[in-house]
């Protein structure tokens, strides 16, 4: 089983339309949490961080249930812009893993 | 202020061969890294280096060397080039001392072929 997993996708959705997309992880004891956005052959670019308490930029919600162990990303009124891969990561003392990225295409 | 560069853009090896990924950073920061993306994948991490002279063993270190030649640059090396080896290659900077992924900048990568 892989220490962080995401579905691959992709995620198809028209604009304005509402997407979320969910992360699980395995090591119960991890402590710190991210989104990164990755644009196609681009490098990843770090989106948000994801706090205890659930946290909001702009169109964008991440939250964190320690209980399931899972983290999502909320997009509203999704544009155009937003397409791209969207990476989740776990951060254990130091150990830090990536998932392998959720594809999201944002159609006219 | 470039950020983090990488030289070369793309490279294509034969089995065996040696090669050296270059990496920079103009930000000042203490922190660089090395990780190596695959399809279904994710980033793994192969080297980082906390600070100037010291460097540390990722995820994913073997067949790989690193050098911290100062503050700025932070070089990967492939001694003996694996078709397994074929990959993404990126660097990140941080201005943390250590990882922390809050403040990762990485660069735009290098495309490696090993045939």
């Known amino acids: 089983r892989k220490e962080v997993e995401q579905d691959p996708g992709p995620f198809n959705v028209p604009e304005g339309a509402t997407v979320a997309f969910n992360c699980t992880y395995s090591?119960?004891?991890?402590?710190?949490f991210f989104w990164y956005r990755q644009d196609c052959r681009k490098e990843p670019k770090l989106l948000m961080s994801?706090?205890?308490s659930g946290n909001e930029d702009g169109r964008f919600t991440a939250q964190l249930n320690r209980a399931s162990q899972y983290i999502s990303l909320l997009i509203r009124d999704s544009k155009l812009s937003d397409s791209a891969t969207y990476l989740c990561?776990?951060?254990?003392?130091?150990?830090?893993?990536f998932g392998a990225g959720t594809r999201l295409t944002v159609k006219p | 202020n470039a950020g983090v560069t990488q030289t070369p853009k793309f490279q294509v090896l034969k089995t065996g061969q040696s090669m050296t990924l270059q990496c920079a950073q103009d930000?000042?920061?203490?922190?660089m890294y090395w990780y190596r993306q695959d399809p279904g994948m994710g980033l793994r991490l192969i080297y980082y280096?906390?600070?100037?002279?010291?460097?540390d063993k990722g995820e994913v270190p073997n067949g790989y060397n690193v050098s911290r030649l100062n503050k700025r640059e932070f070089s990967l090396r492939l001694e003996s080039a694996a078709p397994s080896q074929t990959s993404v290659y990126f660097c990140?900077?941080?201005?943390?001392?250590?990882?922390?992924?809050?403040?990762?900048?990485f660069g735009p990568g290098t495309r490696l072929l090993v045939l």
């Open positions: 990561v776990v951060n254990n003392n130091n150990d830090m893993r």
């Open positions: 990140a900077s941080s201005e943390a001392k250590g990882l922390s992924l809050e403040t990762q900048y």
């Open positions: 090591n119960s004891a991890s402590q710190s």
């Open positions: 930000m000042n920061h203490n922190s």
């Open positions: 994801v706090y205890s």
């Open positions: 280096s906390a600070s100037e002279g010291t460097t």
